[in-house]
Nanobody, 122 residues
Framework: QLQASGGGLVQAGGSLRLSCAAS????????MGWFRQAPGKEREFVGA????????LYAESVKGRFTISRDNAKNTVYLQMNSLEPEDTAVYYC?????????????????WGQGTLVTVSS
């Protein structure tokens, strides 16, 4: 089970940190990803982290602004979002998949959280 939190309303240029807490004792064996879905659009990849915290992958649109990290001791994955833009407004979902390497492929993720809304005002 995945529980995402940390969304909210922020002005353009601001920052937010999303968290996703996972239940279970094998958290470290899942690739963890963040996706987002804006109104009227398909769900899109944001970032992912593999078993190794150094194995990360980002969408081009967020590279340099967002940072994904994981704390296996706390069964939690984070998404630090800086320099937010109105185009980042979306519901953000965390996901877990049965593989070691970070991936942007949505179908590789087996479990999904409920989503947390991020709204960036201009």
């Amino acid at each position: 089970q995945l529980q995402a939190s940390g969304g909210g309303l922020v002005q353009a240029g601001g920052s937010l940190r999303l968290s996703c807490a996972a239940s279970g004792r094998t958290f470290g064996r899942y690739v963890m990803g963040w996706f987002r879905q804006a109104p009227g659009k398909e769900r899109e990849f944001v970032g992912a982290v593999g078993w190794s915290v150094g194995n990360t992958l980002y969408a081009e649109s967020v590279k340099g602004r967002f940072t994904i990290s994981r704390d296996n001791a706390k069964n939690t994955v984070y998404l630090q979002m800086n320099s937010l833009e109105p185009e980042d407004t979306a519901v953000y979902y965390c996901a877990a998949g049965f593989q070691s390497l970070a991936t942007m492929t949505l179908s590789r993720y087996n479990y999904w959280g409920q989503g947390t809304l991020v709204t960036v005002s201009s």
